[in-house]
T-cell receptor, first 115, second 111 residues
Framework: DTGVSQDPRHKITKRGQNVTFRCDPISEHNRLYWYRQTLGQGPEFLTYFQNEAQLEKSRLLSDRFSAERPKGSFSTLEIQRTEQGDSAMYLC?????????????FGPGTRLLVL | GDSVTQMEGPVTLSEEAFLTINCTYTATGYPSLFWYVQYPGEGLQLLLKATKADDKGSNKGFEATYRKETTSFHLEKGSVQVSDSAVYFCALSPGGQNFVFGPGTRLSVLP
């Protein structure tokens, strides 16, 4: 059973550059979530998709952040004009819609460092 | 809004000691409750969950009981091992939506 995968695992960029991260969910999962985790904190929800529809995006940190899931399979998270404060671990999770008790399965994360 | 509070770490125990990590929550309605674990260098893994009041989740010797009256979901293990050293996150989900995580509690188990 292939789990959630994320690419790249690490990204170092200079302030002002754009970065894009990819997430491949578990194949039969129709929901996909993006979180940000800073050092010493729990994951913070950013956005989620059900199939290809983005159902919640008000938690995206600014208009520099955007996410897509064009065919309801993999997803990308883009950060434009990166800032040093964007340095964090970006986590992707997927789940199969089932209401209460629905379990999210997390990928290993992409660690971003903005210099 | 919904929130999760966990006891602050780090928690340091000797092998075979009893573990309790406190977790309390604030939520509207009846959320599902979860414990996730993050081992060094790895992603978050589901440890256990409970979906309604008085449910007990258990896995790998860990247990937690959903207590609606005290809005708590404390994690316990009778005898910890060095391999249990990790960061433990309590989380809630209102159902099919994003999770709300606590800040995590780092556990170190010494041989």
């Amino acid at each position: 059973d292939t789990g959630v995968s994320q690419d790249p695992r690490h990204k170092i960029t200079k302030r002002g550059q754009n970065v894009t991260f990819r997430c491949d969910p578990i194949s039969e999962h129709n929901r996909l979530y993006w979180y940000r985790q800073t050092l010493g904190q729990g994951p913070e929800f950013l956005t989620y998709f059900q199939n290809e529809a983005q159902l919640e995006k008000s938690r995206l940190l600014s208009d520099r952040f955007s996410a897509e899931r064009p065919k309801g399979s993999f997803s990308t998270l883009e950060i434009q004009r990166t800032e040093q404060g964007d340095s964090a671990m970006y986590l992707c999770a997927s789940s199969l819609e089932q209401g209460m008790g629905e379990t999210q399965y997390f990928g290993p994360g992409t660690r971003l460092l903005v210099l | 809004g919904d929130s999760v509070t966990q006891m602050e770490g780090p928690v340091t125990l000797s092998e075979e000691a009893f573990l309790t990590i406190n977790c309390t929550y604030t939520a509207t309605g009846y959320p599902s409750l979860f414990w996730y674990v993050q081992y060094p260098g790895e992603g978050l893994q589901l440890l256990l969950k409970a979906t309604k009041a008085d449910d007990k989740g258990s896995n790998k010797g860990f247990e937690a009981t959903y207590r609606k009256e005290t809005t708590s979901f404390h994690l316990e293990k009778g005898s910890v091992q060095v391999s249990d050293s990790a960061v433990y996150f309590c989380a809630l989900s209102p159902g099919g939506q994003n999770f709300v995580f606590g800040p995590g509690t780092r556990l170190s188990v010494l041989p």
